[in-house]
Structures are given as C-alpha cells and as structure tokens.
C-alpha cells in the first residue's frame, strides 16, 4: 500500500497542573495519497489533538509520522490547515488573506502577477471571487469558512487537515459546503484528513472513517471502509441500504462500544 | 506663589479596547421593533395609508436631555452665584468669555497671552511628553508582553512607580533640566509611559492563539507575523493606552503648569487667582473640559477605525 501519511504507535501525554494527562495512545494510521480520511469520536476523545499532531501545531511524544517520505517536525505550509472558526485575519480582506499564504508559499519563486492569479484562482474555486474585496466580518459564516478551504488549498499542500471545518455552521449552510469540498476535492485529488463530530458528513465525504475511542488514553478503535461510489449525490444516499448500513455501523460504535455518559 | 496643596487623583487602569461594537445600536433594534409593529398593523388594517404614530427621533430626544441637564446646571450655578458670595454667575462669566475670546491670540509679553496661546503651548507640552512616552512606551509594550522573562523583570518596577502622581517627578525633572517648560514634558512623558507599556503588553498577550496558529501553519517570517498579525491585533489596545494618556496628561498639564509657571492654560488659571480674576478661572475650567472632550472623541474615533469585531 502506498502509504503518503504515515502515523506510528504515535502517543501525547500534556503535563498538567495535577500530573501528566495522557489524551492519547497507541495510534497507528495509514493514508494513501489522495484518500480521504475522517477521524471520529466522541468530544474529548482527542481527535483534534491528533489532528494537531498531523499539522505540527503539536509535538507527540510517543511515535513518529511521516508524511510524503519526510518526517513531520513542525508546522509548514506542506499541509493545508482548515480550522474550526475560520481563524481568518480580521483587518485583511478575503483576497489578502488567502493571498498572504500564496505569497508565503510561492512569492520567492513566482512574480506578482502570478501570486494574484493563484489567490483568485483559490477563491473562485470556492464560488467567492465576487467577495474577494470584503472583510471577513462583511460576510458570512459559511463564506469565511470557504475562505479558510480557499487559503488552505491555494499554498497547494500534500495534505488538508480539516478540523471539523463546518460544525459552526448551520446545518443547511454545511450541506451546501459539503457538496462543494467534495466537489473540490474529487477536482484536485486532495489528500483530507478531517476532524467531525457529524456521522452523516464523516460516512458522506471519506474513503475511511476512524473512529475514536474516549479518552483519556485514546485511541483508534475501529476503522471503517466507505465503499461506496463516487461521485455521491446526498439526496440518492439517503435512501441507499449500503449508506444506510454503514451510517449505522459508525453510530453503533458512537453510541453503544463507546457510549458516553451525559455530562 | 503661595504653597498649595495640590491634589491630584491619578486613575491608570489597564482597560481592554473598547468592547466589540457587535450588538446593534440598541435605538436600531428599536427602530427596526417599531418598524415591524406599525407593519404589523398596517397589514391588519389596510385603510389608513402613510399613517405612522408619531415618534420622537433617539438623537432628539437625546439632545433635549442634555440641554436640559445643561440649563439645571447653569439654574444650580446661578443659585451659589447669588447666595455663594465670591463665586461670578453665568452671566459674568459669559460676558468675560465674550471679551477673552473675541481675541483669543493677542500677545502682550510673556506673562500676558490670549487663551489661544495658553491652550496651544499645554497641548504642545503635552504632544511632546506624549510623542516621547509613546516612542519609548510601546516598543517597550511589545518587547514586554512578548518575552516572558521580561515581563517579570518590569513589573515589580512598573507595579511600584505607577501610582505614583507625576507631580512627584515634576522636582526630578527641574533638577535633570534646569527649566520649567522640560520639566513639565517629562511629567507628561511619565505620566504617559504607564498606560502605554502596560496596555500594549497585554494587547500582545491577548493576541488570540488562532491567528498565531495561522501564522505557525504558513511558517510566516517574523516580519510578516509582526506586520500581518502581531501589529493589526495589538492596534486597539496601544489605542486605548494612548486614550488613556493623553487623558490623563491634559489632567497633568494643568497641575504642572501651576507649579513650574510660564505660558499654559494651567498657569494662566493660577495667574487669574492671584489676579482674582474668577471669571476667567471658570472660563478656563469649561476651556479646559471642552479641550479634553475633544481629543477624547478624537481618539475614539480613530479607535473605532480599528476596531474590526
């Protein structure tokens, strides 16, 4: 198998005021180059730890990964973060904020006129060219996401690290920018591995879904192969027996080996 | 010059920009409440068209407020004026001010200068220990809230001198400059220099982690996270140190300027005391309340140029 991420017996245990806190253990995770992979689990369980360690935001201590034949030391613009709250600039337009990544990434190389190019290429990419002048508070939550999968993909990265991308949208609005990254991805064969709490968006979207068990200690308890075909349509998956199935398979998981008790 | 006792309340606060505007103009929910109300109605009752309950606009009725607080306050005037014995009325006091301002910028040696005069030399004392405390201040703000272990070492230093009044440094400064005009500067500087340092520490220390993770994610150079992020996110809160001082330098000024003398508004007021001209005493107090409300709402005007929530 041609393994593009590579996650090895990869550990992380946060020293705390009460003591070492162990979030997680054990995990071993392999991605092939343009799959695309969901990582699920109830909160706490550490899913976005993990994907922190992928980003480099974070360093394990346990373990090793490697990503594209290289070790994963740190944080780079090889990986393309998308995350939760858009974290986009305030005081910086659209267009500049994905082009501050573009010009990180390829102003050394490129001229001027290219770097524009690309940053307008990423926001129409993502149906936003129209908003590129406008502040990220002038518009709205589902366009300052798009904006954030716009400056994550323009730096064209190995990988795309989504940290759960849409669970502050509404649940029409994440729908719609569902649809697109699939449609982006399936366009540019991105390798994603994303963060979700939402079964229907993890079975929708992945090639895999790996689910987590609770922390603390946690770690990869089951994963589990979506086969369906491509290209998905929701509305014809909501009837299909196997999307059906396999929703089910990840909810049993969710809610009965690893129920959690209301908090 | 008689000693005085002088007493100054000095108030550096570390105050956190002022809060994101993100809840609407409470009137334009009203509004917006009414606006639907009479909707509502018309549509229930479709005869009476263009008919609208009439309604006082929110600036009105806000303007009426204050001129009416303003007409108590000059009624209360009057009323000590009369029984008060030495105090001048309103109407004394509006005719000296028609006189002084009529010709605001007359001079007639040192001593003897238009109110003109008086306000611009105290607002350049202030502009000048401003200018400094803000070129020393918030460099040493950022350098402070960015390194841990400096921070440290600053804030026995800071925690101590900053309640001192500025006026105990004012000796300090005659001994350092031989003069009374930089001595009255660097009052102003150190009494600028707290709130500057202080709330442009804690803007970098408030910088939120999401926008510093964009900037590990993209490696960013440490020029591009200055300009790009560091700055524009620190920007609200250097503004409001910057309120904050000049507020409390044009308090300072005042204080100072009766101390070391010369031209100013400060001293001018101790010169009509011993003038006892108390007309002109009074016309200084509103001259130098309308002074400070001015750069006030200047500086909050910039302030919410940046203000990006």
């Not at chain 1, 001229?111 to 129409?124: D, G, M, S, W, Y």
């Not at chain 2, 009323?79 to 014995?85: E, N, Q, R, T």
Request: with cysteine.
């Amino acid at each position: 198998m041609d393994k593009y991420l590579h996650i090895e017996n990869v550990g992380m245990t946060f020293e705390t005021k009460k003591g070492p806190f162990v979030a997680l253990t054990g995990i071993g995770l392999a991605v092939k180059k343009g799959e695309f992979v969901s990582l699920i689990g109830h909160s706490g369980c550490g899913k976005s730890t993990l994907l922190n360690l992928v980003a480099g935001l974070l360093s394990p201590t346990a373990g090793g990964m490697i990503l594209a034949g290289r070790e994963i030391a740190g944080p780079g613009p090889d990986r393309g973060v998308v995350f939760q709250n858009h974290s986009l600039l305030p005081w910086l337009s659209c267009h500049s904020n994905v082009h501050l990544a573009v010009e990180r990434v390829f102003g050394a190389v490129e001229p001027k006129a290219k770097l524009k190019a690309r940053t307008q290429a990423a926001l129409e990419m993502v149906g936003l060219a129209h908003a590129a002048d406008k502040l990220p508070q002038e518009v709205s939550g589902g366009m300052k996401q798009r904006v954030g999968i716009a400056r994550a993909l323009a730096i064209e990265p190995k990988m795309l690290l989504l940290d759960e991308p849409f669970g502050a949208l509404d649940a029409l609005t994440r729908a719609t920018l569902q649809d697109e990254l699939i449609r982006i991805v399936s366009n540019t064969g991105a390798t994603v591995l994303m963060v979700t709490h939402d079964v229907d968006e993890a079975v929708l979207l992945s090639d895999r879904v790996v689910m987590m068990t609770n922390g603390p200690a946690a770690t990869i308890g089951d994963v589990l192969e979506v086969d369906l075909p491509r290209p998905r349509e929701r509305l014809a998956l909501a009837t299909n027996a196997r999307y059906i199935h396999l929703r089910g398979r990840v909810l049993e998981f969710l809610y009965h080996r690893q129920a959690k008790r209301a908090a | 010059m008689s000693s005085i006792a002088l007493r100054k309340k000095d108030a550096f606060a570390v105050v956190a920009p002022p809060a994101p505007a993100s809840s609407p103009h409470p009137s334009a929910a009203a509004l917006t409440e009414s606006a639907a109300r009479v909707a509502a109605r018309s549509r229930a009752r479709p005869a009476p068209t263009g008919y609208r309950r009439a309604q006082a606009p929110d600036w009105l009725l806000k303007a009426v407020a204050s001129v009416i607080g303003f007409a108590l306050f000059v009624c209360a005037w009057a009323a000590i004026a009369k029984f008060g014995g030495r105090i001048p009325g309103p109407a004394a006091v509006w005719d000296a001010a028609v006189v002084i301002f009529s010709d605001p910028f007359y001079q007639k040696g040192p001593n003897d200068q238009g109110i003109g005069w008086n306000v611009l030399s105290s607002l350049k004392r202030v502009g000048i220990g401003f200018g400094l405390a803000a070129l020393v201040g918030i460099p040493l703000g950022f350098v402070i809230g960015r390194f841990r272990f400096l921070s440290d070492m600053a804030a026995p230093i800071i925690a101590i001198l900053k309640p001192v009044s500025p006026l105990a440094w004012l000796p300090i400064g005659l001994l350092l400059f031989k003069a009374a005009s930089p001595a009255a500067i660097y009052a102003i500087f150190i009494c600028s220099l707290w709130p500057m340092i202080i709330n442009t520490a804690v803007g970098v220390q408030q910088v939120p982690q999401d926008y510093l993770n964009v900037a590990r994610v993209l490696n960013l150079s440490e020029w591009k996270v200055f300009t790009k992020i560091l700055f524009p996110a620190v920007l609200p809160y250097m503004i409001t140190g910057v309120r904050l001082s000049i507020g409390i330098a044009w308090l300072v000024i005042v204080a100072a300027e009766m101390l070391t003398g010369g031209v100013g508004i400060g001293f001018w007021v101790w010169d009509e005391w011993n003038n006892l001209k108390v007309e002109h005493i009074i016309i200084a107090i509103f001259t130098i309340g309308v002074v400070g409300l001015l750069l006030e709402q200047m500086l909050m005007l910039v302030a919410r140029r940046f203000n990006y929530s």
